[in-house]
């Protein structure tokens, strides 16, 4: 597959602890310990939570004691490192009868036919042994982290009860999800109860199950995986080729950068490889699997850090790691689990000494490094990287790349678009696109200038540019390296064979669980955000102290035919300013963000509610605030006259309060419509200056056919139309003006602008869910 080559390895052994089996590569490590997160899991006390390790060693299999409280032991005797084979039995916290596990070979290579009957060829055509086998003797077996479960599934993404495959009266089984986190799968859909038949794969987690006979097959995704991409086609319109045809292969563990031109095509293929934007033709395989058939399950194991942050950056590099760990984790998952996820990370990418900075004072590689930790919080396969290095001095950015090649040697895919050449030499293939979409080059980068006849990059990328008549990617079909690199790699038998189910449109399509936990989290994370912003609480502060300055000065004393319009109108704009200005930016700005974590999982509703909790509860504090400076101590009526409900005072409080929440919604409207932050300034001037226009207090709407219908769109006309009713402007004020039925002192009257009120509010919140599907990723929309 156009990997990178590796010596000879320890052989395959089979470990057996407690009842359990599975299958050991020697392309990776093994975690022994209580934590749920580990390879081997036991629950005695005994063991200590990160307690041994089990890895490849010059040839042959080595266990490493980590430093366990009450020792590994071997034949009686207490060991630190040891090597181990078939045969050998290994107890953990206590030589006599601690918890114990056992290693044998692997028995000898299957035949096709049974190859076909005890591995995942059904879904994918891969023929990768089990990781571990459990006989259905149980009418019911429970899947999830918990210890208690019937099938322990060590992987912090499945719930710790996750769900049960149950045997029906007829010798059918069925699975049920248990109303887990990031849900259950089968064939890549997610369902809730489905029958399960022979070579149906149940995804949870990491781990796919798949039911051969009387046993069920667990196959654990570890991270060692290919993608292969198959005459991907991108077009626009009817004529315009952004990818033409673009076949390549990603071998396991491997390193891929991607580069090109401007125009090349490279961001297109990114979008194409991820699910946010599917090309219009060909196929995208990820171990075998259609990527685009089977996105709602595979999305899970694939990490994206696009160029710009997906982070908040004026939190703290471990407090946004938490905040992340919560939205991506069950809601069931201990504290200590996720810290202990969240730590790793960070040790991972070598940012503990600035685990407690605010990101915004990092680097921008140290950035980069965050914004990799995010995604590698849930251990995703493949990891892709838009311009990691963009902006980076060199320095930072061979710092960026070997970072990336130290996560593809422990266990990850990685590909990454870049303009720079200088660390190319890290990696194991380089892809190099050119205009129109077309491979000129895919292969290991050291043959890459050789075969283009340059000595420097720069020449050759001038090259692309100047002679854009010359057929590159002919060229390159026509070579060695292309036989070799990608027509031999992609040589391999159909991976989706005949009668696989395919999705129809009418499959259940769960709701993400836990969505009070999800609003929660958010919620806690955007006030955190917001507190850090000084700006912000300057503006929030200031804004309704200001306007209710104004009005105060224009009341007066008492609200008399020369100042009731113009207190109230100012009153009025104060509330729509309020609202607006709080919310005019928070969608746009973390326009990246949102589409991130949508993709993993974040509950569309859940995130529009954090918005409006939030910034509703400060946008009532400050409209109480506003009105209370401005009305406090002046006469808003004839002595003893009241509102129609409740005192005058009390019921103006209400109505602004509610015109500011009506106008903040408004305001995430328009957030939600830009595509630029740098946009929704003018915006906000114009909302204002359409809210007061539409208000009431400036032209005789009743009596103005079409503008009257369109001012009940304008939450100033309900707003100012309740305060209107409440003081009685008309009788203060004898005009035809103020001769508005909607400022009329009567209970209906009033009730009918609070209502209206109301119903805008849920309309803009309508529009701005429906404007967010926009910023989630394509294949999410069908």
């Given at each position: 597959m156009g990997e990178r080559e590796f010596g000879p390895s320890a052989p395959q052994l089979v470990l057996d602890a407690e009842g359990d089996s599975q299958v050991m590569s020697p392309s990776r490590s093994y975690a022994v310990g209580r934590d749920p997160a580990s390879d081997v899991v036991f629950t005695d006390p005994r063991v200590s939570w990160h307690h041994a390790v089990l890895h490849e060693g010059d040839g042959r299999w080595v266990l490493d004691d980590v430093g366990s409280t009450n020792g590994t032991y071997t034949e009686g005797h207490r060991v630190r490192h040891v090597d181990v084979g078939p045969g050998s039995v290994v107890r953990f916290g206590d030589p006599a009868d601690g918890p114990r596990c056992s290693l044998s070979a692997l028995p000898e290579p299957m035949t096709v036919q049974q190859r076909q009957s005890s591995a995942l060829t059904s879904i994918t055509g891969s023929y990768r042994p089990p990781t571990s086998i459990l006989p259905l003797s149980a009418r019911v077996v429970r899947i999830g982290r918990a210890p208690d479960n019937d099938l322990v599934v060590s992987d912090l993404s499945a719930s710790r009860h996750h769900a049960e495959l149950r045997a029906l009266p007829d010798g059918r089984y069925e699975i049920a999800d248990l109303e887990s986190h990031n849900g259950t799968y089968l064939n890549g859909q997610p369902v809730f109860e489905a029958l399960v038949g022979q070579g149906d794969l149940v995804g949870i987690g990491h781990s796919e199950f798949c039911l051969i006979g009387d046993e069920l097959q667990e196959f654990v995704d570890t991270g060692i995986v290919d993608l292969d991409v198959e005459d991907l086609t991108?077009?626009?319109?009817?004529?315009?080729?952004?990818?033409?045809?673009?076949?390549?292969?990603?071998?396991?563990?491997?390193?891929?950068?991607?580069?090109?031109?401007?125009?090349?095509?490279?961001?297109?293929?990114?979008?194409?490889?991820?699910?946010?934007?599917?090309?219009?033709?060909?196929?995208?395989?990820?171990?075998g699997r259609d990527l685009y058939r089977e996105y709602a399950e595979l999305r899970h194991r694939i990490g994206l850090v696009p160029q710009d942050d997906i982070l908040h950056t004026q939190l703290r590099v471990r407090r946004a790691l938490r905040y992340a760990a919560e939205l991506r984790f069950p809601g069931d998952t201990a504290p200590a689990e996720r810290e202990a996820r969240v730590e790793e990370v960070i040790s991972e990418l070598g940012l503990t000494q600035r685990a407690d900075q605010v990101i915004s004072s990092l680097s921008g590689g140290q950035r980069k490094r965050v914004s990799v930790a995010l995604e590698l919080l849930t251990k995703p396969s493949l990891l892709f990287l838009d311009e990691p290095t963009s902006g980076l001095d060199p320095g930072m950015d061979r710092s960026v790349m070997q970072m990336l090649r130290g996560l593809a040697d422990d266990g990850h895919t990685v590909i990454v678009v870049t303009h720079s050449v200088l660390s190319l030499d890290l990696c194991d293939r380089l892809l190099l696109l050119v205009p129109g979409g077309r491979i000129a080059w895919y292969g290991p980068p050291g043959e890459a200038l050789g075969h283009f006849g340059f000595d420097h990059w720069p020449q050759a990328f001038e090259a692309f540019e100047s002679r854009r008549d010359h057929d590159w990617a002919g060229q390159y079909r026509a070579s060695t390296p292309y036989r070799r690199y990608i027509a031999g790699a992609m040589d391999h038998p159909a991976r989706s064979l005949p009668g696989t189910p395919a999705p129809t449109a009418s499959a259940p399509r769960p709701t993400p669980r836990r969505w009070g936990k999800q609003v929660s989290t958010l919620v806690r994370r955007y006030a955190t955000v917001l507190a850090a912003d000084k700006t912000f609480l300057a503006v929030m502060i200031a804004l309704p102290f200001i306007m209710g300055a104004l009005t105060r000065a224009l009341a007066g004393r008492q609200l008399d035919e020369d100042t009731a319009l113009n207190a109230l109108l100012i009153l009025c704009v104060g509330g729509v300013l309020t609202g607006a200005a709080n919310a005019v930016r928070e969608l746009v700005k973390e326009t990246v963000i949102y589409q991130r974590e949508r993709a993993v999982g974040l509950s569309r509703s859940a995130y529009l509610c954090s918005k409006v909790v939030v910034l509703g509860t400060i946008t009532v504090v400050q409209s109480v605030v506003l009105t209370l400076v401005a009305l406090v101590g002046v006469g808003l009526g004839p002595p003893g006259a009241g509102g129609v409900f409740l005192p005058r005072l009390v019921e103006i409080t209400l109505a602004v309060a509610l015109l500011s929440v009506t106008t903040m919604v408004l305001g995430l409207l328009v957030s939600a419509v830009v595509k630029k932050e740098e946009v929704t300034m003018p915006l906000l001037v114009l909302v204002a200056i359409v809210q007061v226009v539409f208000c009431g207090a400036l032209l005789q709407l009743d009596q103005t056919p079409i503008l009257n219908q369109l001012s009940w769109l304008a939450p100033a006309r309900w707003g100012f139309g309740a305060m209107a009713a409440t003081v009685d402007l008309g009788a203060l004020l004898p005009d035809p003006l103020t001769d508005d039925p909607m400022f009329a002192h009567r209970g209906s009257v009033w009730l009918l602008d609070m209502g209206m009120l109301l119903a805008?509010?849920?309309?803009?919140?309508?529009?701005?869910?429906?404007?967010?599907?926009?910023?989630?990723?394509?294949?999410?929309?069908?």
């Open positions: 991108v077009t626009v319109g009817d004529a315009h080729v952004l990818l033409d045809h673009v076949t390549f292969p990603v071998g396991e563990k491997s390193l891929l950068a991607v580069t090109g031109p401007s125009g090349a095509g490279k961001s297109t293929l990114l979008n194409a490889l991820t699910g946010l934007r599917p090309a219009t033709g060909g196929t995208v395989r990820y171990d805008l509010s849920v309309l803009f919140g309508l529009v701005v869910a429906r404007l967010l599907r926009r910023r989630e990723p394509v294949i999410m929309r069908k």
